[in-house]
């Protein structure tokens, strides 16, 4: 597994990483997804990611790695927790993090990321956003000086407000979800090259949209209850299902391969439920980035929709999968 270091951090990472929410035992079961990490661990990924609004996921992980002894980066956030969380609160935000090193089994949390600091009506974070200040600041330093955790990150699902956090020159990594990928380019524009300003480790999460990639739905885009899949969308759709006839790949493989194809990105996290997956994912990541021919005809369908249309659901998978049940909720 090829690894590279993660911007300014000096860390190690492997280009894929294990993204833990689907290990969370709304999704998985613990022997299940135990067998998943320990494959992809096998398989030289280095790095797994999760945070406290991912179920039980943490406290999951911290049980899966109370068996691992090799070296690994282990990534969470601060938000969503305890409740009702209060983003503004310096003695919740500390009880947020000391719980995530309680479930983790650790003294230490190799990097700790801001949870939607960018998302508007999430978390009220900031009192300053023009300038970037707020009590997560000062409690993200003390425990630096503290030694519970190594490295900072914002870890955001919009394009121009974690672009302007990035350029704040305060953090050190940025996940970015949801915004780049085979049709989703936004990140593109403004996260990534930001954050690359500013010498910042990227990680790109949801190169599959949460589904909505992973899989074709050929026949469930043209469903009457799909009436809130726009037509440029589905006419994008139809065009990448062609194009993947054309060359004989699979839809997974050319997701997750065309976000390591930018060597922009440092790692690409994977949603693994199973050994299966797990093994999938770094068999695909092994390949290598797509040819140049083929990531200019991708460029082309994306360019199609260069912007996600206004209400166009962001859980779209889910909603493809069953499209009957959209009730215009998760706009």
């Not at 997560?136 to 955001?156: N, S």
């Not at 949460?210 to 074709?216: S, T, V």
Request: hydrophobic share 40%; net charge negative; aromatic share 8%.
């Amino acid at each position: 597994m090829e690894r590279v270091i993660l911007g300014g951090t000096g860390l190690e990472v492997s280009r894929i990483g294990f993204g833990g929410l689907f290990v969370a035992s709304f999704s998985a079961e613990l022997q299940e997804a135990k067998r998943a990490v320990q494959c992809a661990l096998d398989l030289g990924i280095n790095y797994i990611d999760t945070a406290p609004t991912y179920g039980n996921s943490e406290e999951v992980v911290g049980k899966i790695l109370a068996d691992v002894h090799q070296p690994l980066v282990l990534s969470t956030k601060i938000g969503g927790r305890p409740k009702p969380f209060y983003p503004q609160d310096p003695a919740c935000l500390r009880a947020s993090v000391e719980e995530s090193l309680r479930a983790f089994g650790r003294d230490c949390i190799d990097i700790l990321m801001v949870h939607e600091p960018d998302r508007p009506g999430q978390y009220d974070w900031w009192t300053d956003m023009v300038n970037v200040k707020g009590p997560v600041l000062e409690l993200l330093d003390d425990l630096k000086a503290e030694g519970k955790i190594r490295h900072t990150g914002l870890g955001g699902t919009t394009t121009t407000e974690l672009a302007h956090l990035c350029r704040s020159g305060k953090f050190e990594v940025v996940l970015t979800a949801f915004n780049y990928s085979l049709l989703y380019r936004e990140a593109a524009l403004e996260v990534i090259p930001a954050a690359k300003a500013a010498g910042m480790g990227i990680i790109v999460g949801s190169p599959l949209q949460q589904g909505a990639l992973a899989r074709r739905y050929d026949a469930e885009i043209d469903q009457p209850a799909a009436y809130w899949l726009s037509s440029m969308r589905r006419e994008q759709f139809k065009q990448l299902y062609a194009f993947l006839d054309e060359i004989g790949l699979e839809l997974p493989e050319l997701g997750i391969r065309f976000a390591l194809s930018n060597p922009d990105v440092h790692c690409v996290l994977m949603g693994a439920r199973s050994e299966a997956e797990a093994r999938q994912n770094a068999e695909v990541a092994a390949q290598g980035a797509l040819p140049a021919e083929v990531q200019e005809r991708l460029a082309e369908i994306a360019a199609m929709v260069p912007f996600r249309p206004f209400c166009e659901p962001i859980g779209i998978g889910r909603l493809l999968a069953q499209p009957h049940k959209y009730k215009g909720a998760g706009k």
